[in-house]
């Protein structure tokens, strides 16, 4: 049984300033496309027999800098729909919101470019993935290369967990990690683990 690799894309101007963006469509930094480049040979030592990718250009641009030019375009991938919350900070919706928590709280519509998504749609998506790749992983690995909440739900429920509790599972940018199996169990074998990059 294979491995499922999860790579959150690079960094880019709004994941620095820690502006939430899900379906604004901006391009990686510099830095963002080092640490993805830095990816590759993490992967080439790998048995990767499928590989899937956010249609967003910064996660298209990650997978093939990490050697993932061949990575199928997955819409069920792309980021959480923060709805009128894109583009703001934690801090900003804070402000408005004192004790607002993505996870328990959800976003606001933000018309029809950002209509928002709660937390039981981005678990439909996932789920759906996972339903894809199970059968590939008895052949190998697979790398999926998406970003930080939809990755962190994904990673809760390939661990048979509520969507809920991707919560718990902080996910930098440029970072790899690996989901398996041990002893019967479903396990993370590495979280978060950054490229290392001059």
């Known amino acids: 049984m294979g491995d499922l ?24 930094l510099l830095r963002g496309e080092a640490a993805a480049t830095a990816l590759a040979p993490l992967l080439a030592r790998r048995d990767i027999v499928a590989a899937f990718v956010s249609p967003a250009q910064r996660a298209t641009r990650t997978a093939e ?16 729909d923060y709805g009128g919350y894109e583009g703001l900070t934690t801090r900003q919706i804070q402000d408005q919101r ?13 018309g029809a470019a950002h209509p928002g998504e709660t937390v039981d749609q981005v678990r439909e998506r996932v789920d759906r993935v996972l339903g894809r790749v199970r059968p590939l992983l008895a052949d190998g690995d697979v790398a999926l290369v998406a970003h930080g909440h939809v990755l962190r739900v994904l ?7 509520e969507p809920w509790d991707g919560r718990l599972f902080r996910l930098d940018t440029g970072t ?10 479903l396990v993370i074998l590495a979280w978060n683990v950054p490229a290392r990059f001059s």
């Open 176 to 185: 790899i990690s690996t989901l398996g199996h041990e002893h019967g169990e």
């Open 5 to 28: 690799i999860v790579l959150r894309h690079g960094e880019t101007e709004w994941s620095k300033a820690g502006r939430h963006t899900g379906r604004t469509d901006i391009p990686l």
């Open 155 to 161: 990673t809760a429920r390939y661990l048979r967990l």
């Open 98 to 110: 004192p004790s607002w928590s993505l996870w328990g709280d959800g976003v606001i519509p933000g």
């Open 65 to 80: 800098l990490a050697g993932l030019a061949d990575a199928k375009l997955d819409p069920d991938l792309w980021e959480w």
